[in-house]
């Protein structure tokens, strides 16, 4: 599994919007990223899932470089409860085993 | 609610005894994934059954093992229990071979 690094905190205000990047240098023809976000205490939860280019849902946005070192999270607008844990992951797609290996994600704080 | 449920909520035992933890994932997956967090090592991935068939092992001691029935709920069993397995034990599922895995809430352990 390709290693990933991304930032260890980040602090934003409520509105505006949220860029979280991560880096994966190391990342295979077959990888695909996906970001998930946990609230303490809780289970991590799906937010996106890319493999080049830009990919949006009701959530996030991913933007992903053509040479796919590197993918960034956009969080539009965010809000106090956006304040979690945001994690990268890199894996392949293929085979049957599907292991997430967290690493220590990115604590974003949302101030009022 | 992520559709996927977990038993108990919280478990308080002693050390030395055996538990055990129930999973029972979401309607139509296949697939279902133990992690454990703790706070000083993070989220671990344990270990991930496909349709009946262990698929992956991860950081899974050989004090614990798991298995998944045949209507898929999967039961994860923690023996000879030492205060280093206090943690959130997570269930998670997925409809296929996916990265998008969805985590049920977690059983807190307290090994005293």
């Known amino acids: 599994l390709a290693k990933t690094t991304q930032p260890i905190s980040m602090d934003s205000y409520e509105g505006q919007e949220v860029n979280i990047t991560c880096s994966h240098n190391n990342i295979a023809t077959n990888d695909y990223i996906t970001w998930y976000q946990q609230f303490p205490s809780q289970g991590p939860r799906f937010i996106i899932q890319?493999?080049?280019t830009k990919v949006t849902n009701e959530v996030a946005s991913l933007f992903i470089p053509a040479d796919r070192k590197s993918s960034t999270l956009s969080l539009p607008r965010v809000s106090l409860s956006d304040t979690a844990v945001y994690y990268c992951l890199v894996g392949a797609a293929s085979g049957s085993a599907r292991q997430l290996t967290f690493g220590s994600g990115t604590q974003l704080t949302v101030l009022p | 609610d992520s559709g996927v449920t977990q038993t108990p909520k919280h478990l308080i035992t002693a050390t030395g005894q055996r538990v055990t933890l129930r999973c029972s994932p979401r309607?139509?997956?296949?697939?279902v994934y133990w992690y454990q967090q703790s706070l000083d090592q993070g989220l671990q991935f344990l270990i991930q059954?496909?349709?009946?068939?262990?698929?992956a092992k991860g950081n899974i001691l050989e004090r614990f093992s798991a298995q998944q029935f045949p209507d898929l709920h999967s039961e994860l069993n923690l023996s000879s229990l030492e205060l280093g397995d206090s943690a959130l034990y997570f269930c998670?599922?997925?409809?296929?071979?996916?990265?998008?895995?969805?985590f049920g809430p977690g059983t807190r352990l307290t090994v005293t």
């Open positions: 059954y496909y349709n009946g068939e262990e698929r």
């Open positions: 309607s139509g997956d296949l697939s």
């Open positions: 890319g493999y080049k």
């Open positions: 998670a599922s997925s409809r296929d071979r996916s990265y998008e895995q969805y």
